[in-house]
């Protein structure tokens, strides 16, 4: 077997593997769009071959959910939050960020290790002091409710501080050689060159906030106020679920976030990317 010959078996392998891995990942999401115009039998059947729906497509699924749940106001509800959860992350992260890797100041590392400790512990920890603040406050069934937890982020000030710090000190020497301040050095140098950093935490944060659960469930439990996420957990019964119907409320859920990847597509990769995380 000649070279080319082996070159064009490995490609073909290598390619088989990641057809086969695209499969399985797309297999789940299809189930849940072909089960959202299935009836109720159909959609419980135990016949594995039972794929596409047999007694027609079931539309009044999407409507009996949108008519249950007023999904304009979750779409603007979950959209704000994301919004300014993204916001508010990004301004705190890069502050920090910029702090603990480029200024000097008494008992640094031990604040830097106060970060590290919280992104040590489950997130459920802080679930009962952040109720409280909130409770406190009167600022139940709020915006202000959903974005308290993602307003400050441990992750991003980690992921900020570590792209500072990789550029190089003789940038901001040769700025504060020429009379630019701290404020200045920050603002037209450092802040320009930490973009992908910035992308990074903005697409987790968006990510985070679209799949929070509980928080959204404890601090606005009424239907006005709440989520996506929160509202289509009430889809599913105690005793008995209506599979199509939550299917389809988890459809009309995806499309906004499949909106934002396929606008933002090439910002979602570079950012994944150059933080090196997974989803």
């Not at 603990?100 to 604040?111: A, E, I, S, T, V």
């Not at 959903?146 to 307003?151: C, I, V, W, Y």
């Amino acid at each position: 077997m000649g070279w080319r010959a082996k070159q064009r078996l490995t490609s073909g392998t290598i390619h088989l593997f990641l057809i086969l891995g695209s499969l399985v990942m797309i297999t789940p999401f299809a189930w849940m769009v072909l089960t959202a115009f299935k009836s109720r039998s159909e959609s419980i059947s135990v016949n594995p071959f039972y794929i596409f729906p047999g007694n027609g497509w079931h539309f009044e699924n999407f409507i009996e959910v949108w008519n249950s749940y007023n999904f304009l106001i979750l779409y603007k509800n979950t959209l704000i939050m994301i919004f300014l959860r993204v916001l508010c992350a990004c301004l705190t992260a890069t502050l920090a960020g910029y702090a603990f890797g480029r200024l000097k100041f008494p008992f640094k590392k031990f604040f830097f290790a106060l970060i590290l400790v919280q992104m040590m512990v489950p997130g459920q920890i802080f679930i009962i002091p952040q109720y409280l603040i909130v409770s406190k406050l009167h600022m139940m069934n709020t915006q202000f409710a959903l974005l308290l937890p993602g307003a400050v982020t441990a992750f991003g000030t980690y992921l900020c501080k570590q792209g500072y710090q990789s550029l190089p000190v003789s940038l901001e020497e040769a700025a504060e050689l020429d009379g630019a301040s701290i404020t200045q050095r920050f603002l037209f140098i450092m802040l320009p060159l930490t973009r992908s950093s910035l992308v990074s935490l903005g697409i987790f944060t968006a990510l985070f906030a679209y799949k929070d659960l509980m928080w959204p469930m404890i601090v606005c439990p009424k239907t006005q106020c709440t989520t996506l996420t929160a509202a289509l957990s009430r889809l599913q019964g105690q005793f008995t679920s209506n599979y199509p119907q939550l299917m389809a409320g988890a459809v009309m859920a995806v499309i906004p976030m499949l909106i934002l990847y396929l606008i933002f597509q090439k910002q979602f990769v570079e950012g994944i990317a150059t933080s090196g995380g997974k989803l």
